[in-house]
Structures are given as C-alpha cells and as structure tokens.
C-alpha cells in the first residue's frame, strides 16, 4: 500500500463515498460521518454473516469468534476476558512491558530490520505472556496469525492451524487458575461450558488483536518520526507529547485500513444509496480518518491537534478490546526508540510496506 491510497479516499469521499464494489460484491463506506453511523448502528450494520445468507467456514459455532455476533451474545463472550484489558488492569503491566520493550531493542542492531527485530517481538511477548504461552511457542503464534489476518498467503495454514489447535488444547488442559487462560477456560455462554473449539477460537482472536496493531503502529510511528525531523526534537524535549503523537498517528496512518465484516440486517438507505437486506458493507477507517469534514488539515500530521476523534479502534459495541494495552506499549515503545536512534530517517529503498489493502505498515522497516 503506498501513499496514492490516500488520495483515491479523498477521490471517493467526494465523488461516491459509499459505493458498490463488484470486485468484492461490498458497499464501500469512506466518509467519517457514515462509517460512525455504520459502527455505532449494529441493530442495522449487523457482524453476523449469517446475514448474507452464508456462515463462513471455521465459525462451527456461537462463539467461535466474538467479533462475528452481536449483542447480547458479543456482551457476554467479550465480558469473560474484558477485565484484564481496562486501562486500570493494563496499567499494572507497565513496568513489565518495560522490561520487555528495554530488552528487545536493546539488542536491535542499527542495520536490521526495525520490524522483525522489535515491533513484532514487543507486542508478541507481552501478549503471550498475558496468556501464558511459552517462549518457544511465541513465533508460531506470530505465524499462525499472519496467515489468519491475510499477511501470509502460501500454503501453510493447514498445517501451523492444526499444530496450534493441538498447543492451544494442551495449554488449556493446563489452566486452572485465576488468569486470562485460567478465565477462558472456564468460560460459558449461555450458562454451557465453552467449547474446546470456541476458546481456540476466543484465543485466535485475542492473539491476532493483540500483535497485528501493535506492531504496524509501532512502524507507523517511525514512519511519520522520519517524515517530521522537528517532531523528533519535540518529543525528546517534551514527553508530555507522547500520547499526542500516538493518537495522531493512529488517525493518521490507521493500522487497520478497513473493516471487511458488517452485514445489512435489515434494508437502509445509507448516503443515498439502497442497500438491501444481507449486503455486505465494507468501512474503511482510513478513509474515515482522513476526512476534512471531521479533522482540520486532515493531511497533515498535527502532533497538537486539538479535536482527534479517530475511529482507528473502532468505535461502539465492537470497539478493539485491546486498545488500552497498544496505547501503553506504543506510550513506552516510543520513549525507546527515541532513546535507541539519534536521528531516525526510513531507509525507503530497503523498507517494504505490506502488500494487504485491510493493513498499513511495513513489512520490512530499515533505518538510514
């Protein structure tokens, strides 16, 4: 993904901006105000695919995924791990994230790849150690996840997706105390135990939530570190801009572009078009946060912006679970990469973005 996507968003909110996609059979929203209608109306914009008419396979059972239901079924799946992601749980990690962040990059090398050698590595270990996975297990979570989010696309899903489902059961044949696992693994919905299947699935998704973001944020905020050298100098000088500049940066190149799985639960006209009962709606945050309707000099980073409404997260009942937690691994990721490089500058011969239209990051990030 390069830079010319965002002006095909500015090209589509103002000439259609919620228009019919016949390569992906998806109504495409891209102006701010729809995309809050979209995500704040899920009576109307259901998560359900069982709107369309279809149930994709892998979801065998309620469950399986929380971010496939709608309330009050999502309430009740999302409520069983929910404690351990409130801003007041994740604060108690900070000094062990710390620990994390300070060991990782204190090992990175000047020449190597910012990416594989600490964005992924920071957010892997901290959510594998939130769920108790074992070291040697953490780069197959990495994988299996990557294929699962569409990063990777050879032919080896079948067979890490077995291998984890196996791991994932031995972890939780295990799990008998008062920890996320512990708590997942004895789980119900609708007063029946969960499913080996569904706290697999419940577990794909917190593993998936918890690196993918993270790690493209973190690379994201390099990014804009090279493109604004006196940004740099302010940060270092001001830490009290620390949280400005991620939340700028989260509008401003949005980990997550767009979201591929809202479904029409009733027929609604949206912006002037019909959309009809079972319609597949696509919204593309991205787009929405860059709209000049919603931001001042949406095209320009401004690391004192006043007004950040971003949707980055999402917003409304399927607001990212784990939002709290990659604000506080970016807050102090920040303070060490500043520490780590003197003067940051993207070596963009070398650096490679990722070449999936849902994610923007890199996929590989080398510095000058």
Same mark, same amino acid.
């Given at each position: 993904?390069?830079?010319?996507?965002?002006? *095909? +968003?500015?090209? %589509?909110?103002? $000439?259609?901006?919620? /228009?019919?996609?016949?390569? @992906? #059979?998806?109504?495409?929203?891209?102006?701010?105000?729809?995309? *809050? +209608?979209?995500? %704040?109306?899920? $009576?109307?914009?259901? /998560?359900?695919?069982?709107? @369309? #008419?279809?149930?994709?396979?892998?979801?065998?059972?309620?469950?399986?995924?929380?971010?496939?239901?709608?309330?009050?079924?999502?309430?009740?799946?999302?409520?069983?791990?929910?404690?351990?992601?409130?801003?007041?749980?994740?604060?108690?990690?900070?000094?062990?994230?710390?620990?994390?962040?300070?060991?990782?990059?204190?090992?990175?090398?000047?020449?190597?790849?910012?990416?594989?050698?600490?964005?992924?590595?920071?957010?892997?270990?901290?959510?594998?150690?939130?769920?108790?996975?074992?070291?040697?297990?953490?780069?197959?979570?990495?994988?299996?996840?990557?294929?699962?989010?569409?990063?990777?696309?050879?032919?080896?899903?079948?067979?890490?997706?077995?291998?984890?489902?196996?791991?994932?059961?031995?972890?939780?044949?295990?799990?008998?105390?008062?920890?996320?696992?512990?708590?997942?693994?004895?789980?119900?919905?609708?007063?029946?135990?969960?499913?080996?299947?569904?706290?697999?699935?419940?577990?794909?998704?917190?593993?998936?939530?918890?690196?993918?973001?993270?790690?493209?944020?973190?690379?994201?905020?390099?990014?804009?570190?090279?493109?604004?050298?006196?940004?740099?100098?302010?940060?270092?000088?001001?830490?009290?801009?620390?949280?400005?500049?991620?939340?700028?940066?989260?509008?401003?190149?949005?980990?997550?572009?767009?979201?591929?799985?809202?479904?029409?639960?009733?027929?609604?006209?949206?912006?002037?078009?019909?959309?009809?009962?079972?319609?597949?709606?696509?919204?593309?945050?991205?787009?929405?946060?860059?709209?000049?309707?919603?931001?001042?000099?949406?095209?320009?980073?401004?690391?004192?912006?006043?007004?950040?409404?971003?949707?980055?997260?999402?917003?409304?009942?399927?607001?990212?679970?784990?939002?709290?937690?990659?604000?506080?691994?970016?807050?102090?990721?920040?303070?060490?990469?500043?520490?780590?490089?003197?003067?940051?500058?993207?070596?963009?011969?070398?650096?490679?973005?990722?070449?999936?239209?849902?994610?923007?990051?890199?996929?590989?990030?080398?510095?000058?």
């Amino acid at each position: 993904m390069t830079q010319d996507i965002f002006s *095909y +968003y500015s090209k %589509m909110r103002c $000439e259609d901006p919620v /228009s019919f996609n016949r390569e @992906s #059979g998806s109504w495409d929203v891209f102006d701010y105000e729809d995309v *809050y +209608y979209v995500l %704040m109306h899920n $009576e109307i914009f259901s /998560s359900d695919p069982s709107y @369309s #008419g279809r149930v994709p396979d892998g979801r065998r059972g309620p469950g399986a995924s929380f971010i496939t239901i709608d309330n009050p079924d999502h309430k009740e799946l999302r409520n069983i791990s929910a404690p351990f992601f409130l801003p007041s749980s994740i604060e108690k990690y900070s000094e062990h994230i710390k620990k994390i962040s300070s060991g990782i990059i204190s090992s990175l090398k000047p020449d190597q790849d910012f990416i594989s050698g600490y964005a992924v590595g920071l957010p892997v270990n901290v959510i594998s150690d939130l769920l108790g996975v074992p070291e040697s297990e953490r780069q197959m979570f990495k994988t299996w996840s990557d294929y699962i989010i569409g990063n990777r696309r050879d032919g080896g899903f079948d067979q890490i997706n077995r291998y984890m489902y196996a791991k994932m059961s031995e972890i939780f044949s295990d799990k008998q105390g008062d920890d996320i696992m512990s708590v997942i693994n004895r789980g119900s919905f609708k007063s029946a135990p969960l499913s080996n299947e569904q706290k697999i699935g419940y577990v794909m998704l917190l593993v998936i939530g918890g690196n993918e973001t993270t790690t493209n944020l973190l690379g994201n905020m390099v990014k804009v570190l090279s493109e604004n050298p006196g940004i740099q100098e302010l940060l270092r000088e001001n830490r009290e801009y620390y949280k400005n500049f991620i939340e700028e940066t989260l509008r401003y190149y949005s980990p997550i572009q767009f979201l591929p799985h809202r479904f029409a639960a009733e027929n609604h006209v949206l912006h002037g078009r019909q959309i009809k009962k079972g319609d597949k709606v696509s919204i593309w945050l991205g787009s929405a946060n860059r709209d000049e309707k919603a931001f001042d000099n949406p095209e320009e980073f401004m690391i004192n912006r006043r007004k950040n409404n971003h949707l980055a997260f999402g917003m409304g009942v399927h607001m990212c679970l784990g939002a709290p937690l990659a604000r506080l691994e970016a807050e102090i990721g920040l303070g060490d990469i500043l520490g780590k490089f003197d003067s940051i500058k993207v070596n963009r011969k070398k650096s490679k973005m990722l070449d999936n239209p849902m994610v923007y990051g890199f996929s590989e990030l080398y510095l000058e």
